[in-house]
């Protein structure tokens, strides 16, 4: 049984079951851990989302547009994911798979380089006071 949950909760509904859908992360390859300069990357990329979230999700921008290397299309990430995930790859080097966003408003989601300009353009704001 590949029920490694703590003891008190319901059984694994897929234990033992060959076709259970969660074996395909069975064979995904352990993360390498970052080196020390990704890790220090990772880290800025956290402090500046957590800025950007804050100047942004009360104006209604849920979080940010990424393209995809892979698919070369437009993939829309919410800020909670977006810590998940460098949280993710602090820990062990990997990010878990993921749900894409289930039919994403694409008017709610900037890309880095906005969040950048606009942290940018409002600490001179800030200066400039």
Partial sequence: MR???????P???????PSDPASALDSVEPGI???????VAVEEDLADLAVYEALLAHRG????????????EDHYHDWDMLRANLLQLLIDGTVRPHEPAVDPRPDAYVTWDYCRGYADARAHMDDDR
Avoid: K, M, S, Y
Avoid at 11 to 16: G, I, K, S, V
Avoid at 33 to 39: A, Q, S, T, W, Y
Avoid at 61 to 72: A, I, T
């Fill in 3 to 9: 029920d490694h949950l703590p003891p008190g909760l």
């Fill in 11 to 17: 059984p694994d509904p897929f234990a033992d079951d």
């Fill in 33 to 39: 851990p970052l080196d020390e300069n990704e890790r």
């Fill in 61 to 72: 921008v849920r979080g940010l547009v990424v393209v995809c290397e892979d698919c070369h």
